[in-house]
């Protein structure tokens, strides 16, 4: 691991995002929420805050930050047949909390995955990216 111990704790905060990509009638299944396994935004949306909260035990080096907010939201795009994800993780701590975001859209993802590859098994989980990561020395969007 690289040592944070000099560097000084502010508050930080990252947001990334994701889309699993639906055939029509995974879509349309997701949408009535009629799927053998639940309620698939909002099992995707615990699964990715539990996600967050492990990501130093999933990524090695990864530093354990203590977490202040962690907020996952999954939205549905009708027109793209796909369900969007968004993460945003916050703490104040010595080093970034962008795995922590990035982690949370990939699990939360793959949930999604998961509660549709009974009726898609063409379902792709795909354009997972950092968005944005404020604190530290450097403030940075993308």
């Not at 944070?4 to 508050?11: D, I, N």
């Not at 639906?22 to 396994?37: D, G, P, Q």
């Not at 997972?128 to 450097?138: C, E, H, M």
């Amino acid at each position: 691991m690289v040592d944070v111990g000099e560097k000084p704790s502010t508050a930080r905060e990252a947001v990334a995002t994701g889309r699993v990509r639906l055939s029509a009638e995974a879509f349309a299944r997701v949408r009535e929420n009629r799927l053998a396994k639940g309620d698939v935004l909002t099992v995707a949306q615990i699964a990715g805050i539990q996600a967050a909260k492990k990501t130093s035990e999933l990524i090695p080096l990864c530093h354990p930050l203590p977490l202040d907010a962690v907020d996952v939201s999954l939205t549905l795009d009708a027109q793209g047949s796909s369900v969007l994800i968004e993460a945003r993780a916050r703490c104040r701590a010595a080093t970034g909390v962008e795995m922590e975001a990035l982690t949370a859209v990939a699990v939360a993802g793959l949930a999604v995955y998961d509660m549709v590859k009974a009726v898609d098994r063409s379902a792709i989980v795909t354009d997972i990216r950092l968005v944005s990561k404020t604190g530290g020395r450097s403030i940075r969007s993308r």
